[in-house]
């Protein structure tokens, strides 16, 4: 089965009622054991002022707006197999969209069963050189200027939790980065994280499956936890990756907040920006 919607028939088809899926299942009390997790495959998404309503499921609230400017939309593919959110943001200098899902996970403390695994396959189908920033992966941080603006980079000066992918585009960058922070410690370039092997650049029409996982295996200390990341091109049938294992701050059990799957797009000139996004899909064993 290729990436496209790859969780939701072998996984999922079991959920569905009348056709629909549910994002309300609650667990008897003998699954409590099971795995916490969210996934979206974007089959139902309509955006509120503050609120975007979403088949999620594992989530009974969709997805929170926080600081999402208005002219933005949000909107279903027509021409894609299964569910595919296409996200338009607001012409103009610094507007932005900022989704941020229901539901929390937290590397807190050494154990071994805590492993959190996200997964997300996207694309822009803008002109991939014009001024835009753009971050999908786990965070605490709600701020209405998750990605601040003019400097188009992460506001890393307030203790958040924050990991996933970046691209930071002040003037125009292409590249995604594996982006980590921890309380006020953000690791590689402030605000923009680390290289990935080989570089990748953000290329319009290009489907990249990204895939992080924080795990306790390989950490470097007991109190430290390891970070691997993984975009994976699927025109060039290549992987990119990043793994970072070190005692430092970024990467502790020490002030780890809870966080939650989130999308955030970032103009740095006046052209709106479009972004697909197939599927995102998080777990973390109990």
Known sequence: MDETGCLKDAHFQNLQVDGVLSHSIKSPPWAWSTPNQFYDDFFNITMGTT?????????????????????????????????VAIITNHAGGNNQTQLFAHKSFTMFAATAQQDITFKARFRTTSTANQHQSFFIGLTSNHAADFIADDTMITTVGTAQSTYGLMRAGPSGELVYRAYGQNDTTCRGDTGSGDALTDSVDATIHRWYVFTMTLTTAGGATSTHFAANYTLYDETAATPHTFTSATASPDLAFANQLCMGPAIIIKNGGSEAQVHEIDYIYCSQPR
């Open 51 to 83: 609120e975007v309503k979403a088949d999620a499921l594992f989530s009974d609230k969709g997805w929170a707006a926080t600081g999402t400017d208005t002219g933005g939309s949000i909107s279903l593919a027509t021409d894609q197999r299964g569910g």
